[in-house]
């Protein structure tokens, strides 16, 4: 189960909503080994795409330098998808390679009248896809 606060549950959606039309993507980082999601990093969708996201590798490089100064690992990776529901794509599945973080897909297709808003979150381990239950907290 993923759970996290009210606060990182709004910074992520008003992230997905602000970039959209485009896919908006980021990282929720936390000390490393506790599981707990506690710092919000958006991140440039490098693609500028509604149906892909990409990190661009500096700022990934520079984001994964700076959580090891920090003791930190990414507990959630974070992105929307515009006009379709939020389940990871095969291409979403290739490049999960993060097997203890949770994957949170936001769903904007809502804003188009597309469908209704979704926020869910998976484990994506070798390629095998989990959904998980979302516990926000106060």
Known sequence: MLTLTQALYDQIVTHARADHPDEACGVVAGPVGTGRPERFIPMLN??????FYEF???????LYREMDDRDEEPVIIYHSHTATEAHPSRTDITYANEPGAHYVLVSTADT???????????RIVEGVVTEEEVEVTA
């Open 112 to 122: 188009d009248d597309a469908g209704p808003f979704q926020f869910r979150s998976f």
């Open 56 to 62: 661009d590798s500096g700022d990934l490089l520079k």
């Open 46 to 51: 490098a693609a500028r795409s509604p149906t």
